[in-house]
């Protein structure tokens, strides 16, 4: 499995070296990104094309790691056009070499150091998370600009934290897509894929126990050929593997209590009116949500999340929590039944209940809860984990409870927003526009909290919702340069230089075309651009939905 998101670490203590400078800008390191913690300087560059090879220096339990990171670095030279040979201890080298050295003097276990000469590169950490990082600054280097100066790079992590959503529940995408954006994740030394698999709109995770989920729940349209899609069990197991090995923790979504019109459709019987319903085709938030008065209802949810959670090694089980309309649960005998039997006064205390409830079943089984800002209401659940994203009081008000708090707000990690406030640019057009500058320039960690409250803000992470990005190269583009900047937010210090970093990403850009990266303003971006009659029927809708005091309808598929 992937290294476990924890507090470990939290605090910041760069490694003692007296002779390193800290500068904005590294002259001879205009490629890096995120950008190197500490660094000094020597005269000289090596050409990273000239490596022979890799080797590896340790305990044996340490080489075994190494190996296997040793070996994702040589596959992915070779993605570049390049080659790098595994290197026995007894081999001589004819040429500089990319050394993997154990020193468990390094202090943080995603840290490490590198020093650069004209005998090559060696990278010294104390474990096989801190090498995978060391490696990922040499590959960015190589696939850039193809050397590296001579010198010291110090680095680690600011954040334990380092995480991109993406929904695959509005639009399906296959497996190899998604294994490509975990490989651009840790590309840019993040370290949390957050994967939001249910939604009003799709379900799209194989359960054994109830199969008309992917049967009914998966697919959305009427005709022959429905839209969707779903991950059997195999798909998820590989995907959570792939992630594992690039030092990726998976935390997975299923949406609950609301959001939750797709399951309904194949099981109406857990709703509060009982039914009919289909798959949603619209995107928004709709009335009808999971009826948690009922025992049978928490039985379905409880077996979902047991076998979601044979599938995810991780601490970590996304419950959702947000968007969850009280109207049904108001005229619904069984919910007001519940409210009474468990002394509550409002549907906002029967959503807390349901949420203190799912998070004593998931730490009787070793996992920690985890929801958007809305589990806020009614009373937290202790130990649960906030995800704030409707700004940042939510965090701030947690992290004040001692609560751990991922920050995520719309103002700044909403990369569903468009890039600029053109008519003409792809994204949201109904919000306010995400500009890469904004990205850049967030602060994760509220200045208005103690040091004691600020070391449960666990870190930062990027939001990618897909109700308009239909392809593949659609969230690409939404997605980068800005999650570029997030990565430098997420793994850098506090100090930001917004010049320094559009000078890096003119040469990062590279490394992105080398890949076939579609980013916006890259030759290769293919954006889908919404029709006028598009938002049109939009704000039709919404102006309807407002009419009969419904909520909020952003959009159709």
Partial sequence: MGTPVSRRGHGITLFACPSLIKVKVPPRYPHMIPRVRQQTFAAG????????????????????????????????????????????????????????????????????????????????????????????????????????????????????????????????????????FIDLLALHKMNVFHWHLTEDQGWRIQIDSFPKLTEVSAWRGPGSEPYGGYYTKDEVSEVVRYASERFITVVPEIEMPGHAVAALAAYPELSCTGGPFEVETRWGIFDDVYCVGQDHTLDFLGRVIDEVLELFPGP???????????????????????????????????????????????????????????????????????????????????????????????????????????????????????ELRTVYGYEPTPTELTP??????????????????????????????RLCALSEVAWSGPERDFDGFLERLVSHEKLLDRLGVGYRGSKLAQPVRPSAEEKARFLRAQAERSARGGSEVVAYS
């Fill in 45 to 180: 560059t090596l050409t990273l094309t000239s490596l022979v090879g890799v080797s590896i220096d340790g305990s044996e339990a340490f080489r075994e790691l190494a190996a296997s990171v040793a070996q994702l670095l040589q596959r992915d030279f070779e993605a570049l056009g390049g080659s790098l040979r595994t290197l026995a201890p007894s081999d001589s080298a004819e040429g500089p070499v990319l050394r993997l050295v154990e020193d468990r003097t390094v202090p943080h276990s995603e840290g490490y150091l590198c020093d650069v000469s004209q005998s090559g590169v060696i990278v010294r950490a104390r474990g096989a998370a801190g090498l995978f990082y060391g490696t990922r600054t040499v590959l960015v280097a190589y696939g850039s600009i193809g050397t590296l100066g001579y010198g010291s790079i110090v680095d680690e992590p600011r954040y334990v934290w380092r995480g991109a959503h993406l929904d695959v529940a509005r639009h399906y995408y296959p497996v190899q897509f998604v294994k490509r």
């Fill in 316 to 434: 970590y089980f996304h419950i959702g929590g947000d968007e969850c309309p009280k109207e049904r649960w108001r005229n619904c005998p069984a919910c007001q039944a519940r409210m009474k039997s468990e002394g509550l006064s409002t549907e906002e205390e029967l959503q807390s209940w349901f949420v203190r409830r799912t998070s004593r079943y998931l730490e009787a089984r070793g996992k920690r809860l985890v929801g958007w800002d809305e589990i806020l209401e009614g009373g937290l659940a202790a130990g649960a984990t906030v995800m704030s994203w409707r700004g940042t009081s939510a965090g701030v008000r947690a992290a004040q409870m001692g609560h751990d708090v991922v920050m995520s707000p719309t103002s700044h990690c909403y990369l569903d927003y468009k890039q600029t406030s053109d008519d003409e640019e792809p994204g949201a057009w109904f919000a306010p526009a995400l």
């Fill in 452 to 481: 004691e409250q600020g070391a449960h803000v666990l870190g930062v992470q990027a939001n990618i919702w897909t109700e308009l990005m239909p392809t593949e190269s659609q969230v690409e583009y939404m997605a980068f340069p």
